[in-house]
Structures are given as structure tokens and as C-alpha cells.
């Protein structure tokens, strides 16, 4: 690879086409940054879907943007490395802010992988030509949310997954079962909204044959996960509790999960995600590519490495429609009636940013160089 000259940090507001609530908070706009990594006139781009407030995790576009600045940019600018594979152990000294680092990794990857005149996905070493789609739907009133289960259905996307919470999840789950066909992959994230003492309400769940429930506890709490799926027939799924290689592993010994939520931003970037992809596949655990709202850009890295082979579930990779119009990439990532979308042949992410949309949206221009230049 080739080290690049500059860093330039586009921080965005990104308006959603429609509010998108969870159990920790409702969004209307998504903030991110788009990271560009500029080599002898060529651009890579990766992205740091942080959003504005520290909820889902801790990190914010703010402290990202600030990581990236004086720790990860310097260290790489002083670096000799010879492939972004490096970067995990380039940037092992910071600890967590994984977003940060995912965003500056996956920019040299598809700056790598524009070089090459290959698509990165090649780079990431996917084997699929087609993901499968799924969609996340937040919490909304009801009539809403079941027009968006039968329309998300239609469309042919392969899962669904409705957000729950205590009071939300009961109700939602059987008026959505009643609209799908008995088969239809159904599931249910609670971004760690449970107590364990909710243990026996958790079970009632149980009745409507979801394929996961995703993160029902506290992040940071995998004894009483692996003591919750002993009670529950419902496979559990971590999401916000697998950071690192190190906690996939644990979680899976423990057996505090059946199955895990891969986001290459959350674990660090696609170096780290494919180790946590390439145990899981080893242990026989299923993997599923999560997403955070991204723009194009995050989404299209977030489709080459869903490519993988251990990726075997529907993942939250849905169209560039579902949240944004219009997208800050030159072609859309569209689904297929079939529920699939296409990997790209492009080089790198197999699409371009578009210069009219960045302007619009980017409220920051961040430029960063070696010292001295
Ligand atoms: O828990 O998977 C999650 C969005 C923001 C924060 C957390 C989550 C989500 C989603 C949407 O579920 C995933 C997507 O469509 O990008
Ligand atoms: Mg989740």
C-alpha cells in the first residue's frame, strides 16, 4: 500500500427520510464522517458512522473526529506500514474509540483497492456475489410499523427486525408474526434494554419463533447472557457487547450467544471484524452484518465484507432508500426484488462520492497532513 498524503475529515448531517427510534432515542438526523485518503491524485474513502450522541456506544462524531486528528492520522503519517491490515496493531496503543479507527482503515482499503484497479471486497476476501437484505425497523405507532413490516416484506427483503423495549415488544412482535408468512425470518433487538430479573417476561417471547433476539442485557454483562439463553428456546445475539476479537471469543466460550452481529465500525474495522468472522465461522456460529445508519460509503464496505463466507444470516444492509434520499454515493445500493443486493465490480467500493451531496451535507472540513508538508 501507499501511505497517503493527506486525511480529510468530511463531518455530515445526514437528514433521515423517516425518524428512526430504538430504546436508547429517537434520530432524525444521522451525523457522521466520511474519511477520505488521498494518494497521488486518487481518493479511498471509509466512514465513521458515530452519530451525535454517545448512546449507542461512546464514541461521537466529535471524539472520533479528535482521536483521529491527534492520535490515529500522526501515527499513521510517521508509520511505515505495508497494508491497512496493520492498522488494528498500528493503533493498538489507543484504546477503544473502534469507529475512529474503523473509519481511517476502511478509507485505505478502498484507496488500496482503487490503486489496484480491484473492488475491495476482492481485498476483504469476500466469496459472494449477492448479500441478502434485511431492514431494522425503530420503534414507531403501530398502523406505521405494520404497513413498513408488509411493505419491507414485499419488497422482498429477507428478515426483519423490529426494535423493542420494556412496554414494546409483545405486542409489536405478534402483530408483525400475523402479517409474515409462518417461515418468515423475524427478530428482535432490544439494544440492552432488559434487566436480567426480566427473565421470565424475556421467555414469552419465546412464542413467536424469532430467529435471535438481539442484545436483550447490558453490554457489558455476558455472565448473565449466557445465564438468560439457558432459560430462553430464542437463540440470543450480541451486538453492542462484541467490541473486540478478545469478547467474541469469550462470549462464544461462555455461551452467552448462539449467534453474532458483526459492524465492522463497532469492532474496530475490517481487519478486526474478519477475525471475529473467521472464529466464528470455526466455531460453527453464525454471523450477520449490522449496520449504524451508514451513508453509502460505510454501507458499501458494509456489503463487501458481508461477502465473507461465514456470513450466512440476512444482515441490517438495506438500500441507500431506506434511510436516505439522496445518498452521498453516485449509485445508490439498490435491493433486488429478490431481497439481494449485488457486490460490485467497480474498483474499490464500486462507486464514487458525489461532490454536489458532500457540499450540501458537511458541516466540517478537517484536513490533515504529515508534519512538515
Ligand atoms: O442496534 O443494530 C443496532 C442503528 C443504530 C444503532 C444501533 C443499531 C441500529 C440498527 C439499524 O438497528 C441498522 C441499520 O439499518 O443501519
Ligand atoms: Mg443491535
Not at 345 to 362: E, K, M
Amino acid at each position: 500500500m501507499k501511505l497517503p498524503d493527506r486525511i480529510i475529515l468530511h463531518v455530515l448531517h445526514m437528514p433521515l427520510r423517516f425518524p428512526f427510534e430504538t430504546s436508547f432515542g429517537r434520530v432524525t438526523q444521522q451525523e457522521t464522517i466520511l474519511v477520505e485518503a488521498e494518494w497521488d491524485g486518487l481518493s479511498g474513502w471509509g466512514e465513521v458512522p458515530a452519530s451525535a450522541q454517545p448512546h449507542y456506544s461512546s464514541e461521537t462524531v466529535v471524539t472520533a473526529a479528535y482521536v483521529i486528528r491527534d492520535f490515529l492520522a500522526p501515527a499513521l503519517f510517521a508509520s511505515q506500514i505495508k497494508t491497512p491490515a496493520s492498522c488494528p496493531a498500528l493503533f493498538g496503543r489507543v484504546r477503544g474509540h473502534a469507529m475512529a479507527k474503523a473509519g481511517l482503515e476502511t478509507a485505505l482499503w478502498d484507496l488500496e483497492a482503487r490503486r489496484r484497479g480491484v473492488p475491495v471486497a476482492r481485498l476483504y476476501g469476500a466469496t459472494r456475489k449477492f448479500i441478502e437484505s434485511g431492514v431494522s425497523l425503530g420503534i414507531d405507532p403501530m398502523g406505521l410499523l405494520m404497513k413498513r413490516v408488509e411493505d419491507f416484506a414485499a419488497r422482498g427483503y429477507r428478515r426483519i427486525k423490529l426494535k423493542i423495549k420494556p412496554g414494546w415488544d409483545e405486542r409489536p412482535l405478534a402483530e408483525a408474526r400475523k402479517r409474515l408468512p409462518a417461515d418468515f425470518p423475524l427478530t428482535a433487538d432490544a439494544n440492552a434494554a432488559y434487566a436480567p430479573s426480566d427473565s421470565s417476561h424475556l421467555k414469552r417471547l419465546d412464542r413467536f419463533h424469532l430467529d435471535y433476539l438481539e442484545q436483550p442485557l447490558g453490554h457489558e454483562d455476558l455472565a448473565d447472557h449466557a445465564a438468560l439463553a439457558k432459560q430462553l428456546r430464542t437463540p440470543i445475539c450480541l451486538d453492542e457487547s462484541i467490541t473486540t476479537p478478545d469478547l467474541a471469543r469469550n462470549a462464544v466460550r461462555m455461551k452467552a450467544c448462539r449467534v453474532v452481529n458483526i459492524k465492522p465500525s463497532r469492532v474496530g474495522g475490517p481487519t478486526m471484524a474478519i477475525e471475529i468472522h473467521d472464529f466464528c465461522r470455526k466455531a460453527g456460529i453464525p454471523v450477520w452484518c449490522g449496520g449504524l445508519l451508514e451513508s453509502g460509503v460505510g454501507r458499501l464496505h458494509n456489503i463487501a465484507i458481508a461477502g465473507l463466507p461465514g456470513f450466512t444470516k440476512p444482515g441490517d444492509i438495506s438500500g441507500s432508500d431506506r434511510y436516505y434520499s439522496p445518498d452521498v454515493i453516485d449509485e445508490p445500493v439498490a435491493v433486488s426484488a429478490d431481497g439481494t443486493i449485488a457486490l460490485r465490480n467497480r474498483p474499490g467500493i464500486g462507486a464514487d462520492v458525489r461532490a454536489d451531496v458532500l457540499r450540501r451535507r458537511r458541516v466540517e472540513r478537517i484536513v490533515l497532513k504529515k508534519r512538515g508538508r
